[in-house]
Nanobody, 121 residues
Framework: QVHLVESGGGLVQPGGSLRLSCAAS????????MGWYRQAPGKERELVATITKGDDTNYADSVKGRFTISRENAKNAMFLQMNSLKPDDTAVYYC???????????????WGRGTQVTVSA
């Protein structure tokens, strides 16, 4: 069993910053690619940023230059530093990871339950 738990969401004014964290726990042999996704009310879930085990990163055009994804492999953790936040960034943010467990040597796709980010004056 693998658990991903997000934290760090909240209410922030436009132009403000938040730092999201994702902690992975359970029967983890190795974490492969990880990523942040978000879903706004009435919209489909969309990619925000991804990071490989080797720290190669990819960002949605809408967050480039404002958000920074990072990970700490020794702690099975991932982070998203969000600066210059806009009302359009309001969404539930989800952590995603491809994980190898002792029971399955092929990477499994796991998701957290999400953390709410609200950008409003």
């Amino acid at each position: 069993q693998v658990h991903l738990v997000e934290s760090g969401g909240g209410l922030v004014q436009p132009g403000g910053s938040l730092r999201l964290s994702c902690a992975a726990s359970g029967s983890i042999v190795s974490l492969y690619a990880m990523g942040w996704y978000r879903q706004a009310p009435g919209k489909e879930r969309e990619l925000v940023a991804t990071i490989t085990k080797g720290d190669d990163t990819n960002y949605a055009d809408s967050v480039k230059g404002r958000f920074t994804i990072s990970r700490e492999n020794a702690k099975n953790a991932m982070f998203l530093q969000m600066n210059s936040l806009k009302p359009d960034d309001t969404a539930v943010y989800y952590c995603n990871a491809f994980v190898i467990t002792p029971q399955n040597l092929k990477p499994g796709d796991y998701w957290g339950r999400g953390t709410q980010v609200t950008v409003s004056a």
